[in-house]
């Protein structure tokens, strides 16, 4: 049974960082795109950055410049470096490894939270 697992979420105050994690269990995902996506109270899910497997990125116009999305295939891991974080950052964030017609699975989401 596949299991994605967030880690890294919390509180932080404006112009401060965290990293987020996600490990996946249960298979091997290599070849999947992984992605980190978040939802404010009252709004759609929406894609925050991805990662191919191949290594090309992509990001939400909003986090360009202060969020970075890394993987390690080794350890079937995915990464999202976020500094300079504003209060309207704060979401959950859900993670989500994904190969076309095959499979589409996600993480039970961890709470980021940006307030002085």
């Known amino acids: 049974q596949v299991q994605l697992v967030e880690s890294g979420g919390g509180l932080v105050q404006p112009g401060g960082s965290l990293r987020l994690s996600c490990a996946a269990s249960?298979?091997?995902?290599?070849?999947?795109?992984m992605a980190w996506y978040r939802q404010a109270p009252g709004k759609q899910r929406g894609l925050v950055a991805a990662i191919t497997s191949g290594g090309n990125t992509n990001y939400a116009d909003s986090v360009k410049g202060r969020f970075t999305i890394s993987r390690d295939n080794a350890k079937n891991t995915v990464y999202l470096q976020m500094n300079g974080l504003k209060p309207e950052d704060t979401a959950v964030y859900y993670c989500n490894f994904r190969r076309v017609n095959q499979y589409n699975y996600w993480g039970q989401g961890t709470q980021v939270t940006v307030s002085s």
């Open positions: 249960g298979g091997v995902f290599s070849s999947s795109v």
